[in-house]
């Protein structure tokens, strides 16, 4: 926690209604209720600074990136350049050679996948968690078929954590490869990745994390976390669909081959034989999303102008009062009750299907998300079809999660 | 495709109970609870649906609930369907497809605009393919079963 300045204790420290005014879609109705979005897991809104940098990005600089001997192009370069700055920043990388563009999160790890095939050989061992996104287990799974390595999967307790027995019991000297998410996208556990990934450094594992859940909620510093690859989407961090982003240490991506040739990733070209970029430009092949760097850019100075610990103070307050709330809807069960969450609580209420409760939550204006959420080993792992989510972003109100409670309540008088 | 043995078609969906009911009763229910209240009871009037039948022959995928179609071809002409999920409002919606679609001939089925009828009821975004809630599968399902039993 930061020391308060005497300005800031006469003012409210996060003024949630003040910052939901810079999010217009939030101010709308939905089958004649007002909105309560509470999908943000799936993705998450934009302020009204992010729509303005891609629309004036388009009205005033655009051109085609590093190419052109012409002033639009310079300021499409610096424009696009200077994102890449800031998300180097916003994770405290080393380097902004060591941030790569990519189409999200998902296109990361495969990037990442395909890059260590030459080092895997048959036996050796990648190692996951049963909380992951399937865009964390494909494509592993697709990795070890190509290479003969083998995936397995961290356990998981019941109450949501991983099972750090399961974990060191898995890492040996055969593990290559540890790939797991730092915030579990149907539960909403913080996992101790810094922990683990030193764990894992310490018998030269190569380490990923998956930031996709992490972001929207907290900064994460790669360099204290100490892993080689940190990934996650724009999207769910408040920016535009279509891009995201690959942390990865120098030494791994040089040592990487490129993933997709084409304009942009190459030194030189010829039939001769063809030498490539340096990084960061070796892993981007073709023009890039533009526009959409520049918009992510600007939901990461929108991040800054807010008070970081006021608003994970606040987003801890949402949770807290969901969990109060829980009681007040018998049969109600709330899956993943990890020590240390995100604002974001997963559900099954008896007698009720997952789409039940987001077909009549709908009804009355509230959007959540029903169903497996991309991590059927969870759901196989809980013996659920699937569960209820309701996921939380820092300009969602205490009335709404009521709302929400008193959305639940209703719903079970029309089914009793 | 193979009609079921079992004999479901002694049911109120699509004989006793018509669209017409559907849309008369929705007229009097104002809100949303009351007609989310009665898609639910409409749900309930939906028979059993046989064990031995929950096969992948009669799986329909595509769904975020589990949901099983069977049909049965009457002496006379009549195509009957049955539907099964877990879910209670696809339940609910399922019945209000067999209101429509039960009891006809094959022809006669696929003359019928399911689109417009729940486009009436308001109900239509459920049915809507953006939804992926499966109906819209179930009902292609439908047609196919119909469109066979038909040529
Ligand atoms: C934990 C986690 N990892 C990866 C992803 C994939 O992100 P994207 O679909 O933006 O590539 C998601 C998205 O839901 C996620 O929640």
Known sequence: ?416 | MTTSAIDFTKNPLGTSTTMEDVFDAFELLDDWEDRYAFIIDLGKQLPPFPDSERNEKNYVHGCQSQVWLIHHYEADGKLFLLIDSDAIIVRGLAAIILVALNNHEPRELLAIDIDELFERLDLFRHISPTRGNGLRSMISKIRDIASTEAA
């Open chain 1, 1 to 416: 926690m930061s020391t308060l300045s005497v300005a800031k204790i006469t003012q409210p420290l996060f003024d949630v209604h003040a910052v939901r005014r810079d999010f217009p879609i939030l101010s709308q109705q939905v089958n004649g209720k007002p909105l309560v979005y509470l999908d943000n897991g799936a993705s998450s809104q934009r302020p009204e600074a992010v729509l303005q940098a891609m629309d004036s990005y388009y009205r005033e600089m655009h051109s085609n990136v590093h190419r052109g001997a012409h002033t639009l192009a310079d300021r499409a370069t610096s424009a696009f350049e200077g994102a890449r700055k800031k998300v180097q920043q916003f994770l405290n990388a080393p380097s902004a050679r060591e941030i790569i563009w990519t189409r999200g999160a998902t296109e990361a790890i495969n990037l990442v996948a395909n890059g260590l095939a030459p080092l895997l050989k048959p036996g050796d061992e990648i190692l996951l968690s049963q909380m992951e996104h399937h865009a964390n287990i494909v494509p592993w799974q697709m990795l070890a078929e190509r290479t003969g390595a083998r995936v397995l999967p961290i356990d998981v307790t019941p109450e949501g954590e991983l099972d750090m027995d399961s974990f060191h019991s898995l890492l040996s000297e055969r593990t290559r490869i540890l790939a797991i998410t730092h915030v579990s996208n149907a539960l909403g556990t913080v996992n101790p990745v810094a922990d683990m990934v030193a764990k894992a450094k310490a018998q030269g594992v190569i380490t990923l994390v998956d930031g996709a859940q992490a972001v929207p909620h907290f900064q994460p510093d790669v360099q204290a976390l100490g892993c080689d690859f940190y990934v996650f989407s724009a999207h769910k961090l408040f920016g535009p669909t279509g891009i995201g982003v690959l942390y990865g240490k120098a030494e791994l991506l040089e040592a990487m081959p490129p993933w997709q040739g084409g304009g942009e990733m190459i030194e030189r070209v010829s039939f001769a034989g063809t030498t490539y970029n340096t990084l960061p430009y070796k892993f981007e092949a073709g023009t890039p999303a533009i526009a959409e760097a520049v918009g992510l850019g600007a939901a990461i100075d929108y991040l800054a102008t807010l008070d970081r610990d006021a608003m994970e103070a606040a987003e801890n307050a949402l949770l807290q009062r969901a969990n109060e709330l829980v009681t007040s809807v018998p049969g109600m069960t709330v899956i993943g009750t990890a020590r240390h969450k995100v604002p974001l609580i997963s559900f099954k209420i008896d007698g009720l299907h997952p789409s039940d409760i987001g077909t009549l939550l709908d009804q009355q204006g509230i959007a959540i998300r029903a169903g497996h959420h991309c991590a059927m080993p969870l759901m196989e792992y809980y013996g659920l079809p699937g569960t209820a989510r309701a996921s939380f972003a820092f300009y969602n109100t205490l009335e709404e999660v009521e709302q929400l409670f008193a959305a639940l309540q209703k719903i079970q008088r029309l089914f009793t």
